[in-house]
């Protein structure tokens, strides 16, 4: 069984800080992770995703990712928050058909 | 390139009525699902496809019902509209293996009154 836990269902930041969006994993095989982010009444977009070449993994609009199998986590961060990253952010771990989505985490930015 | 299309966007059902959203796909993914969005539990899996002729049940497939006769299509039904089933739904498509990304439909704003 697979599972994703969002360690914060809120964070909040001031503009031009660095973000930090915390998740761990739990998977019976090599997972495949993803970071998926949904502004306001909007769909979700792909921010980036853990093919097992490397484990720092960069995305879309600054973000990254580290893979850390030791600590089952896929954190995600960006050196500094735009107001634009305001949004709804979740973890999600794929493996044979099925994708689990985490709760989320609300990324605020304050100017 | 449409990717994924939902319709419709939003609908309001009383109680006991029952209606179908539709999801089409143009990319010929093997998989599709549905998932519900409610605050603060994330994306919660309903029913998925992993092929035209094969579906299979989700984390919450309780009220709902599927078909895939192509690999484009894969509607939901809802089969009698309860309160309980306001939400907003997501459909998803993405190729079978390892580390495939899903794309996703606009969504669809569903209240039962």
């Known amino acids: 069984a697979q599972s994703v836990t969002q360690l914060d269902s809120h964070v909040s930041v001031s503009e031009g800080t660095p973000v930090l969006l915390r998740c761990n994993y739990s998977?019976?095989?090599?997972?495949?992770l993803f970071w998926y982010v949904q502004h306001p009444n909007k769909g979700l977009q792909l921010l980036l995703k853990?093919?097992?070449?490397?484990?720092l993994v960069k995305g879309i609009n600054g973000f990254e990712a580290e893979f850390k199998k030791s600590e089952t986590s896929f954190h995600l961060t960006k050196p500094s928050a735009h107001m634009s990253d305001a949004a709804e952010y979740f973890c999600?771990?794929?493996?044979?058909?099925?994708?689990?989505f985490g709760t989320g985490t609300r990324l605020l930015v304050s100017p | 390139n449409a990717g994924v299309t939902q319709t419709p966007k939003f609908q309001v059902l009383k109680t006991g009525q029952s209606m179908t959203l539709q999801c089409a796909q143009d990319?010929?993914?093997?998989?599709m699902s549905w998932y519900r969005q409610d605050p603060g539990m994330g994306l919660r899996l309903i029913h998925y496809?992993?092929?035209?002729?094969?579906?299979d049940q989700g984390e919450v497939p309780n009220g709902y019902n599927v078909s895939r006769s192509t690999t484009e299509d894969f509607p939901l039904r809802l089969l009698s509209a309860a309160p309980s089933q306001t939400s907003v739904y997501f459909c998803?498509?993405?190729?079978?293996?390892?580390?495939?990304?899903?794309?996703f439909g606009q969504g669809t704003r569903l209240t039962v009154v």
């Open positions: 999600v771990v794929g493996g044979f058909q099925k994708l689990v």
């Open positions: 998977s019976s095989y090599s997972p495949s």
């Open positions: 853990y093919t097992s070449a490397a484990t």
């Open positions: 990319m010929n993914h093997e998989y």
């Open positions: 496809s992993v092929g035209a002729g094969i579906t």
């Open positions: 998803a498509s993405y190729r079978a293996g390892v580390n495939t990304e899903a794309f």
